[in-house]
T-cell receptor
Framework: ETGVTQSPTHLIKTRGQQVTLRCSSQ?????VSWYQQALGQGPQFIFQ???????GRGNFPPRFSGLQFPNYSSELNVNALELDDSALYLC?????????????FGNGTRLTVT | GENVEQHPSTLSVQEGDSAVIKCTYS??????FPWYKQELGKGPQLIID?????GEKKDQRIAVTLNKTAKHFSLHITETQPEDSAVYFC?????????FGSGTQLTVLP
């Protein structure tokens, strides 16, 4: 069984640039959630995708956007990067059709904005 | 929205002793409470979860208790081992969107 994989593992960007992070969900899972984890803090919910549509969003501005593809993989896009966007971005997948199905996380993408 | 508070922020125990981490939540509609372990450089790993229709759940050395009336839930690790050293997060959810606590750095001293 393949777990959640994320790419790249590390990324350095300049303020104002745009970034795309990628996630492949665990085999058999078709719901993907994205979380932002600042250093020393717990993860914060960004949004969730199910059947290629956004299915819930946390308190993040519109410059954070996402996509889910027919194979259930997903992208997180962040426009107009700010210094505070520096964080570990985590993708998690879960089984569909069951609210509060356990989330399985990847190892994340460490984004540094300079 | 939901707010989850976690205590303590750091915890050191001797190998073989027990460790307890406590969380409180604010939204009485929350009905799912997972616990995650995060090692350095890795993503959170689900170690145990409990739903609101259950008061206690155990898996080998790990147990979780839930008090819905007081809106408290706790993680209990018995017979701690050095490999239990990590950051532990509690979380709460009612819709599949997890609200996490701020984490507990557990150190097991040999």
């Amino acid at each position: 069984e393949t777990g959640v994989t994320q790419s790249p593992t590390h990324l350095i960007k300049t303020r104002g640039q745009q970034v795309t992070l990628r996630c492949s969900s665990q085999s058999g899972h078709n719901t993907v959630s994205w979380y932002q984890q600042a250093l020393g803090q717990g993860p914060q919910f960004i949004f969730q995708y199910y059947r290629e549509e956004e299915n819930g969003r946390g308190n993040f501005p519109p410059r954070f956007s996402g996509l889910q593809f027919p194979n259930y993989s997903s992208e997180l896009n962040v426009n107009a990067l700010e210094l505070d966007d520096s964080a570990l971005y985590l993708c998690a997948s879960s089984l569909t059709g069951r609210i509060n199905s356990p989330l399985h996380f990847g190892n994340g993408t460490r984004l540094t904005v300079t | 929205g939901e707010n989850v508070e976690q205590h303590p922020s750091t915890l050191s125990v001797q190998e073989g002793d027990s460790a307890v981490i406590k969380c409180t939540y604010s939204d009485s509609a929350s009905n799912y409470f997972p616990w995650y372990k995060q090692e350095l450089g890795k993503g959170p790993q689900l170690i145990i979860d409990i739903r609101s229709n259950v008061g206690e759940k155990k898996d080998q050395r790990i147990a979780v208790t839930l008090n819905k009336t007081a809106k408290h839930f706790s993680l209990h690790i018995t017979e701690t081992q050095p490999e239990d050293s990590a950051v532990y997060f509690c979380a709460a959810s009612k819709t599949g969107q997890l609200t996490f606590g701020s984490g507990t750095q557990l150190t097991v001293l040999p």
